[in-house]
């Protein structure tokens, strides 16, 4: 039997950075809903550590204890079927953030966020390096001139920009994963199964 409601449809933005391992875990949890809701995912990408060494640094200045931030993350990810790779190298994400956004409008988002993510979160690699990003870029079939024109053209940038306004617009005040549902809802940081199913059927009535 399917169980998948077809009815309605439900719109969901979420606000993301590539760095933030919760973001990673929150569309893991929101994407084990689609055996039960039809529901639109778009994405808004946005830098939450500028102040990130460009080439990246060490794990352990950003952690305290990386080892029990990665036994927290690969407990509550188990059920979902995510394991997070214990990283040494803390990317910063500037440039994989821009081409994220380049890679939106060409209609290749998801594909590309899904191989970074598999690069970064669960691969170890340090996505400050354009040949890393580039090796993202072609594994969802992009042109290798795309990092150039990602990393050249004003719009991506200011598209960035735009997303972090509309993070503080909506009270999320900096804090990814972010989440906004039909344009009224809004979700703060990874929510299991349970929350999403309350708030997808609150859309639901809601179009009644």
Known sequence: MDTRVEEKKIHVVMLLDIIC????????????????????????FMEIHPDAPIHGMPMSWHLEDPKQFYDVLNTIGQPYGIHFFEKDIFSNTHSALRVAEYALSKGKGEAFLNQIWDLYMFKGQNISDPN????????????????????????????????????DLVGLNGNVP???????????????????????????????
């Open 178 to 208: 972010g989440f906004i549902v039909n344009g009224k809802y809004v979700l703060s940081g990874a929510q299991p199964r349970d929350v999403w199913e309350e708030v997808f059927e609150l859309c639901l009535n809601d179009s009644i």
């Open 21 to 44: 391992e919760w973001c990673c875990l929150g569309k893991y949890m929101l994407d084990s809903l689609r055996d039960k809701y039809d529901f639109q995912l778009d994405y808004l």
């Open 132 to 167: 890393v990003i580039l090796q993202a870029i072609l594994q969802v079939g992009l042109p290798p001139i795309s990092l150039d024109k990602a990393l050249t053209e004003p719009i991506w940038e200011h598209k960035l920009i735009e997303n972090a306004k509309t993070n």
